[in-house]
């Protein structure tokens, strides 16, 4: 697939459980995000790397860990959710001097 | 701080007729304003960006910084412009960081044409 893609589709999670939600783009993008989708919410722009550094942490409580490997892969690591954290996430890559974000599809999480 | 506001939630109108989704935006500086959207099934995508001042399947968006506002228009709705719409907001290019971008999006409208 093209583009940004994003795996799982869905995760379902207890509270205790510690997961990862994984992000790849082959579009030579350098900057790559993590946005929240909740159902009452506005997208949330949670992290922001840029050649794999962090530049943005938008308050975002320390359960949820991005790691940023290189330019073309993005992780979130979850450990001790809460269920309000049961949303949409989505990832999101940008070319430098380029207005545009390609988004991913993606995750669909489910807190228990 | 950045805050876009799209006060409806909902709009359904007839095909053929009009569309307009508002959009109103808070920013201190020069902004960039988006309208990205997503159809059924699909993932979201940018569908036009102000500094561009294009049309894109018919529809345009004119910044009007008076009234800070970036209203999205069709003259002509289609069946096919059912979606969601998302109006974004992006500081101006000099407040990048070195690349990347900080898009703050507004709350969405759901638009549904009805034959």
């Known amino acids: 697939e093209t583009g940004v893609t994003q795996t799982p589709r869905h995760l379902v999670m207890g509270m205790t459980n510690k997961k990862s939600l994984k992000c790849e783009q082959h579009?030579?993008?350098?900057?790559m995000y993590w946005y929240k989708q909740s159902a009452k919410k506005p997208l949330e722009l949670m992290f922001v790397?840029?050649?794999?550094?962090?530049?943005e942490n938008n308050s975002v409580p320390s359960r949820f860990s991005p790691e940023c490997p290189n330019s073309s892969h993005l992780f979130l690591h979850l450990h001790t959710l809460q269920p309000e954290d049961s949303a949409l996430y989505l990832c999101?890559?940008?070319?430098?001097?380029?207005?545009?974000?390609?988004f991913g599809s993606g995750t669909q999480l489910s807190v228990l | 701080a950045q805050r876009v506001t799209q006060p409806e939630k909902l709009l359904s109108v007839f095909k053929g007729a009009p569309v307009e989704l508002k959009c109103n935006y808070s920013?201190?500086?020069?902004?960039?304003l988006f309208w990205y959207v997503q159809y059924s099934r699909q993932r979201l995508q940018l569908l036009l960006r102000?500094?561009s001042r294009e049309s894109i399947k018919g529809f345009t968006a004119d910044l009007n910084k008076g009234e800070t506002s970036f209203h999205l228009k069709k003259p002509f709705a289609q069946e096919e412009d059912s979606a969601m719409y998302y109006c974004?907001?992006?500081?101006?290019?000099?407040?990048?960081?070195?690349?990347?971008?900080?898009?703050?999006f507004g709350q969405g409208t759901r638009l549904t044409i009805n034959p």
């Open positions: 999101a890559s940008s070319r430098q001097d380029h207005e545009k974000l390609f």
């Open positions: 974004a907001l992006s500081g101006s290019r000099g407040v990048w960081d070195q690349g990347a971008q900080k898009l703050v």
């Open positions: 579009l030579g993008h350098n900057a």
């Open positions: 920013y201190s500086g020069s902004p960039e």
């Open positions: 790397y840029n050649f794999k550094e962090q530049t």
């Open positions: 102000h500094i």
